[in-house]
């Protein structure tokens, strides 16, 4: 098995009743990333912050990362100072795309969609309803960034509204992730 698992949560967080959450309470050893602005956040700094909790985590780390995270950990991974040996992979739900007219205005820093090859393995989890980013966009992030791409069907953006408790078929994923089974 892996070593820390960071959850990164997206815009606003995540609350009580999204899976992240879940898992968190779940398994005390996963770490959430708190971020110092979730409403207007400024993507330097979160990549700070995210540089900051990989050091601190260590190699073998797993990422596990929603919305606009996502978006994080591809820019993290382009402008880390860390052995990129130190994310053994990341689970990517639910993109938001940045570029859409449906994304909330506010961020600073996150445009345009990255579209950087990932120099760790990664799974993209879309659902074909969110609407935050098309599920044909999700894909095509998938594909730039190296992501294996895995389609749950109509679950929203995958958040506390979509009611996904634990989210057995994720943590699944994460499960591939953590035991560096190839992709």
């Not at 879940?22 to 979730?38: G, L, M, S, T």
Request: proline share 8%; aromatic share 10%; with cysteine.
């Amino acid at each position: 098995m892996s070593g820390q698992v960071l959850i990164l949560p997206g815009l606003y967080n995540s609350g009580s009743e999204h899976w992240q959450t879940h898992w968190e309470k779940a398994h005390p050893d996963f770490k959430r990333v708190e971020q110092d602005d979730w409403d207007r956040p400024r993507c330097s700094d979160w990549i700070a912050r995210l540089e900051d909790a990989v050091r601190e985590a260590g190699p073998d780390t797993v990422l596990v990362a929603h919305s606009l995270a996502c978006n994080l950990v591809v820019r993290w991974a382009e402008a880390t100072r860390q052995p990129r040996e130190w994310v053994r992979g990341a689970l990517l739900v639910a993109p938001s795309d940045v570029e859409a007219p449906s994304y909330p205005e506010g961020t600073e820093g996150f445009k345009p969609m990255p579209r950087n090859r990932l120099p760790f393995p990664s799974i993209v989890v879309a659902s074909s309803d969110d609407p935050y980013v098309t599920l044909e966009r999700a894909g095509e992030f998938a594909r730039a960034w190296g992501s294996k791409f895995v389609d749950i069907g109509p679950a929203g953006h995958v958040n506390s509204a979509s009611r996904l408790g634990d989210w057995l078929v994720g943590f699944a994923l994460l499960e591939r992730l953590r035991g560096g089974e190839k992709l």
